[in-house]
């Protein structure tokens, strides 16, 4: 734990909350007072708030003033063991309840803390005596494997507590289970008032038509491998790290864990400080990765979804979503990790891989949560398709490309607009094409000193051609292979054809002088 993160733990044990938290304990138990026994209630706080400094004072609260029990379930063992232990800092004598654990001396205890599978299996067995809990928190609420468990507990309040109230399975929705949601600060307040550090963006135009969704929801670990796990999409990352985070401690989150191993060989390679980290590791080997990472300046941890939830590194500077994912929660889960500040920190970069920021926005925009809890379909159905989103792209030449073409002002060309203006006129829609590649053979000729310069330049064209004739072939609604293939191939013979034709007349058109012999 760093000294930050100690200081701000000490400071809550004297029972010194923030205003906003203090706040949120009132309402809550304003509802607790004035609902019935069994209310369910729905608490949201961004991720660095302090949603468990807020639950554990409640429970300091609660068992100071009612002769009931608390349990806090939680989804995953370390969420457990932090739950457990900020408890104890506020004074809150409690036991864990995992599948070690002896309960024997259950009785002496007024507060459980239990991971979700181990306490179904002891209630089930009814090895724990739960007949006098009257609070039930639930910690990452938006899980959907709490929701078996409330049958025992029909008489206690419920409180679930989350970042983002939209359940993690459609059919699920959480207003089914929560009677109300109390929303606590904006991620842009916390950021205002120098709790929580704020997001730069990178995002780069991903082409994710290959992604495909599976049963859950979101893209498949499978597609999501093909494509990321590809040479070009392994440079891509690397550069988008060497231009926007070279030198800085940085968090790559992956859909998989081939292509997780296959970035810690990439940047291996490439000679960076690079660990991996997935669900496979043992508690002593992912023990060591973190620690390397908490005293490394300049480490580089590539993972899979692990880190998401329950991991707190406020060294953090760069947070890298290698990755697609149609689930809000996950894309807030992932920035948030980077959003601790630390001494001087109060911004950090990410940089997203995965048209992230196009489907929902930008981390910390103003989100109608009320909305999103009452009507998460309504929500859920404005999500742009990824061909929506890349239909709105600006397909320009690389930066690398580009500087070889220095001299020209523009070398971006509109295809759709192209089209559109064609159509509106009544014209074919080949002279769409043909002023493509009137346009493309001006800008090889513009750098140039001779007919043999511009033919080699128009060879480093490949793939904006490519990307030209894919939006074309949309918009006149013609995609096969084959036709593609064809279109492609030809671009090129015409385009080369019409440089050697047209040199010296249009370099003199663009130099006022011909080219010499």
């Known amino acids: 734990m760093s000294q930050t993160n100690q200081a701000v733990q000490e400071k809550k044990t004297d029972k010194e909350l923030y205003d906003y938290q203090q706040g949120a304990i009132s309402q809550i138990f304003e509802k607790f007072e004035t609902e019935r026994d069994d209310y369910h209630l729905l608490y949201q706080l961004p991720t660095g708030g302090g949603k468990t400094v807020i639950f554990s004072e409640m429970v300091r609260q609660y068992l100071k003033n009612h002769n009931k029990k608390v349990l806090i379930m939680t989804h995953r063992v370390e969420l457990c063991n932090q739950t457990s232990k900020m408890l104890d800092g506020f004074g809150v004598t409690n036991k864990v309840v995992n599948s070690k654990a002896n309960l024997d001396d259950q009785a002496d205890y007024s507060c459980f803390v239990a991971m979700v599978e181990t306490l179904n299996n002891r209630l089930n067995d009814n090895k724990l005596d739960i007949s006098d809990v009257g609070l039930v928190i639930i910690d990452e609420a938006h899980y959907n494997s709490f929701t078996k468990l409330f049958k025992f507990f029909e008489k206690s309040f419920i409180l679930g507590v989350t970042a983002t109230p939209l359940s993690s399975n459609k059919d699920l929705p959480m207003k089914d289970n929560y009677d109300e949601l109390i929303t606590g600060e904006t991620i842009e307040s916390l950021i205002e008032n120098e709790f929580l550090a704020r997001a730069e963006t990178y995002a780069y135009d991903m082409g994710l038509t290959s992604l495909e969704v599976g049963s859950n929801g979101d893209y498949t670990v499978k597609s999501s491998e093909d494509l990321y796990s590809s040479p070009a999409m392994l440079q891509k990352l690397l550069d988008a790290y060497k231009k926007h985070s070279y030198g800085k401690k940085t968090l790559i989150f992956n859909n998989g864990i081939n292509t997780s191993i296959s970035v810690y060989y990439a940047f291996k390679e490439a000679d960076l400080p690079i660990m991996h980290l997935d669900n496979t590791a043992t508690k002593k080997q992912r023990k060591q990765i973190l620690q390397w990472f908490h005293e490394t300046p300049n480490a580089i941890l590539t993972s899979v979804s692990i880190l998401t939830t329950g991991f707190d590194e406020p060294t953090i500077d760069t947070i890298i979503l290698n990755r697609a994912t149609k689930s809000l929660t996950l894309y807030y889960q992932m920035i948030g990790r980077g959003s601790r500040i630390l001494n001087n920190k109060t911004k950090f970069t990410t940089i997203d891989l995965g048209n992230n920021l196009y489907r929902f926005g930008p981390w910390g925009a103003d989100l109608d949560w009320q909305l999103i809890f009452k009507s998460p379909n309504w929500y859920a159905d404005r999500i742009k398709d990824d061909e929506a989103i890349e239909s709105n792209f600006k397909h320009d030449l690389s930066d690398e490309i580009k500087e070889e073409f220095s001299k020209s002002e523009e070398t971006y060309f509109d295809i759709k607009q192209t089209y559109k203006d064609a159509v509106d006129s009544g014209e074919s829609s080949k002279v769409v ?38 939006t074309y072939a949309k918009c006149i609604s013609r995609s096969t292979y084959n036709f593609l293939k064809w279109l492609k191939d030809d671009y090129q013979k015409k385009l080369n054809s019409y440089i050697r034709t047209n040199f010296d007349e249009k370099f003199e058109e663009i130099h006022g002088f011909p080219p010499e012999d």
């Open 433 to 470: 094409l043909e002023r493509s590649i009137a346009q493309h053979a001006k800008i090889c000729i513009e750098n140039s000193e001779d007919v043999y310069d511009a033919l080699a330049l128009a060879k480093l064209l490949k793939d904006d051609i490519n990307q030209r004739i894919e």
